[in-house]
């Protein structure tokens, strides 16, 4: 065994402990009660959280380049990262621990049944969480809820 093989685990234990830590800087409305229980989720969930309210997200997402299709509710950032929407926490710590090149963020747009913060009882609407990229495109970074999701959460 070389020395790279034990200290991989380490590092990579560090890093999903890293991405845990990080404090999620949100925007929202204070009118939003689903911008609120995604607030609580992301906390249960390790991450320190400092949320403000503004009358309007809009220019702040703008601000942050996420596109106008791909829009929802609040707006965070996170590790240099802009969070739109109800994004799960573990695609989150993802993103922190891959760093992917040319990333901007994520985002779950619009406000789907299932995803965090807006839970309905049983209903899960299927969604994708987007990979925003610097260069205005978006890819498909995750898939969760309904009938292709297994336990995980993730279509496979």
Known sequence: MNRFSLLAPLALIACAQAATAATLDVIKTPTCGCCSVWIERMKAAGFTVK????????????????????????????GGYVIEGHVPAADIKRLLVTKPKGALGLSVPGMVAGSPGMEMGGRSDRYQVMLIKADGKHTVWATHGGAAAHADGHAH
Do not use: E, F, N
């Not at 949320?51 to 609040?74: E, Y």
């Open 51 to 78: 949320a403000r309210d503004v009358a309007d997200t809009s220019p702040v997402a703008k601000a942050a380049g996420v596109p106008d299709r791909l829009r929802s509710c609040h707006t965070a950032k996170v």
